[in-house]
């Protein structure tokens, strides 16, 4: 297939459980998006307060799936992705994301100027603080822990180049079809959490790569419609952590750096317990321990068609102290 962002097919999903007014801010910044080449997609997760209720008469071209039941963060966007089946770049979006009007125009830039590429970062800013970064994309550390870098600190100066990551973070990513396709999107087993860091590290297995893109700006609430410190967000977020790493490590890094997962995993647990949420760290734990089996049948499937070597995948991943690791890449 020949990739030509400059003719291309978009479509922005915006997965909704009860967004609120977040939602209707979000659907107006993408109405006044300079790009006007895409379809916007809402998958509404059975939200009972009222904000995808008559959506298609307020905002006319907006297209709502309506499940009927809480579908999670991961099988909304695959659902979506599906409806679009003419997409060429699928572009997924929080409703508590608000893009400035160029953003679009500017991905579409850059997948232009860099089509070894197949995933792009938007730049995350606070909404509520714009002096702050939200995000410049998910970091993965060898130990299995993960993170949006450049979270909640202002801008440094490498925040305003372009540079490579190691995968987007979903709140305001594109990917291109194809490559979306490949590695079957989204893991619906994961619900929500972490599902984007694991869905960019098989896009990443199977040898594509990521870019951050500054000039491209999102405005993000963040925990907009789910609390970040909640126990159904620690819980997806512990279970999905110990998957990912099943699923997606290499091998010899896998090896390598068990120890250091098995450490992480514990430190992990104990700060939880002492925040009052020992609990739901340990159930997250042994759930995912639970679900080890399925992972690891799928684990198979995902090493067997791998392209990208161990060396060049742990180039990437964040090494040293979580606190103070980063990927040291440089800017494009």
Same mark, same amino acid.
């Given at each position: 297939? =020949?990739?030509? *962002?400059?003719?291309?097919?978009? /479509?922005?999903?915006?997965?909704?459980?009860?967004? +609120?007014?977040?939602?209707?801010?979000?659907?107006?910044?993408?109405? #006044?998006?300079?790009?006007? +080449?895409?379809?916007?997609?809402?998958?509404?997760?059975a939200s009972t307060d009222g904000s995808a209720?008559?959506?298609?008469?307020?905002?006319?071209?907006? =297209?709502?799936?309506? !499940?009927?039941?809480?579908?999670?963060?991961?099988?909304?966007?695959?659902?979506?992705?599906?409806?679009?089946v003419d997409a060429q770049w699928l572009v997924?979006?929080?409703?508590?994301?608000? *893009?400035?009007?160029r953003c679009l125009e500017v991905l579409l830039?850059? @997948?232009?100027?860099?089509?070894? &590429?197949?995933?792009?970062?938007?730049?995350?800013?606070?909404?509520?603080?714009?002096?702050?970064?939200?995000?410049?994309?998910?970091?993965?550390?060898?130990?299995?822990?993960?993170?949006?870098?450049?979270?909640?600190?202002? /801008?440094?100066?490498?925040?305003?180049?372009?540079?490579?990551?190691?995968?987007?973070?979903?709140? %305001?990513?594109?990917?291109?079809?194809?490559?979306?396709?490949?590695? =079957?999107?989204?893991?619906?087993? &994961?619900?929500?959490?972490? =599902?984007?860091?694991?869905?960019?590290?098989?896009?990443?297995?199977?040898?594509?790569?990521?870019?951050?893109?500054?000039?491209?700006?999102? &405005?993000?609430?963040?925990?907009?419609?789910?609390?970040?410190?909640?126990? &159904?967000?620690?819980?997806? +977020?512990?279970?999905?952590?110990?998957?990912?790493?099943?699923?997606?490590? !290499?091998?010899?890094? /896998?090896?390598?750096?068990? !120890?250091?997962?098995?450490?992480?995993?514990? /430190?992990?647990? %104990?700060?939880?317990?002492?925040?009052?949420?020992?609990?739901?760290?340990?159930?997250?734990?042994?759930?995912?321990?639970?679900?080890? !089996?399925?992972?690891? #049948?799928?684990?198979?499937?995902?090493?067997?068609?791998?392209?990208?070597? @161990?060396?060049?995948?742990?180039?990437?991943?964040?090494?040293?102290?979580?606190?103070?690791? @980063?990927?040291?890449?440089?800017?494009?």
């Open positions: 297939m =020949e990739h030509d *962002p400059g003719r291309a097919r978009v /479509a922005i999903i915006v997965v909704n459980y009860n967004g +609120g007014a977040l939602l209707a801010r979000c659907l107006e910044a993408l109405e #006044r998006q300079t790009e006007r +080449g895409f379809r916007t997609i809402v998958v509404d997760n209720e008559g959506l298609e008469a307020i905002h006319p071209g907006v =297209e709502v799936l309506r !499940p009927g039941h809480n579908l999670g963060f991961a099988a909304g966007n695959n659902l979506g992705a599906r409806h679009a997924t979006l929080n409703p508590d994301a608000f *893009p400035e009007q830039g850059a @997948a232009r100027a860099h089509p070894e &590429f197949a995933m792009f970062q938007a730049r995350l800013v606070v909404d509520a603080n714009r002096t702050l970064l939200d995000g410049t994309g998910d970091v993965f550390h060898v130990s299995g822990l993960h993170w949006r870098e450049a979270h909640m600190r202002p /801008a440094g100066p490498t925040d305003d180049l372009p540079r490579e990551i190691f995968a987007p973070c979903a709140a %305001a990513a594109m990917y291109r079809r194809e490559a979306f396709d490949a590695a =079957e999107g989204f893991d619906e087993d &994961f619900f929500c959490y972490a =599902e984007d860091v694991d869905l960019g590290f098989r896009m990443r297995l199977a040898g594509e790569r990521a870019m951050y893109v500054p000039d491209a700006v999102v &405005f993000h609430v963040g925990s907009g419609t789910t609390s970040r410190r909640s126990d &159904f967000s620690v819980y997806h +977020g512990q279970r999905n952590l110990v998957w990912t790493y099943a699923k997606d490590m !290499p091998g010899l890094l /896998a090896l390598a750096y068990l !120890p250091c997962h098995i450490a992480m995993n514990a /430190a992990g647990v %104990a700060v939880l317990a002492l925040r009052g949420q020992g609990r739901v760290a340990l159930r997250a734990k042994l759930d995912a321990l639970r679900g080890l !089996p399925h992972m690891l #049948r799928k684990r198979r499937a995902i090493q067997a068609g791998r392209r990208a070597r @161990a060396g060049a995948l742990r180039a990437v991943m964040a090494r040293g102290w979580p606190n103070r690791a @980063a990927i040291r890449s440089k800017p494009l």
